[in-house]
């Protein structure tokens, strides 16, 4: 729970808890943690994106709804996109050759 420090700034409040984990989880964490990263900081960050991960997945269903919903609309685009870029393309290059004396530029 965050509260007001002395300077003014929010600060969140830390508590000590004791959790059990298998070795092999440990030796991973304290791989990671090295100072200034702590097993805590390591731990806090892990848990703080596991917890964020329900919401980055609605998040992602959202986004694929609306491009699914314009996917026709956002193809033809496209679609007319690359037939511009085509269409310039060659003639861009037709007159390069022409104005560098017949080498491609």
Excluded at 51 to 66: F, K, N, Q, S, V
Aim: charge should be positive; glycine fraction near 6%.
């Amino acid at each position: 729970m965050p509260y007001a420090g002395t300077s003014g700034m929010l600060r969140r409040v830390r508590v000590k808890v004791s959790i059990t984990v298998d070795q092999d989880v440990l030796r991973a964490i304290d791989r990671l943690a090295s100072r200034p990263r702590s097993r805590s900081r390591v731990i806090e960050n892990a848990t703080r994106e596991f917890l964020a991960w329900p919401d980055r997945l609605a998040r992602e269903a959202r986004d694929l709804a609306i491009l699914n919903a314009r996917a026709d609309h956002l193809n033809r685009e496209m679609a007319d996109t690359l037939a511009y870029q085509a269409a310039t393309g060659r003639a861009s290059c037709r007159r390069s050759s022409v104005a560098g004396g017949g080498r491609k530029v």
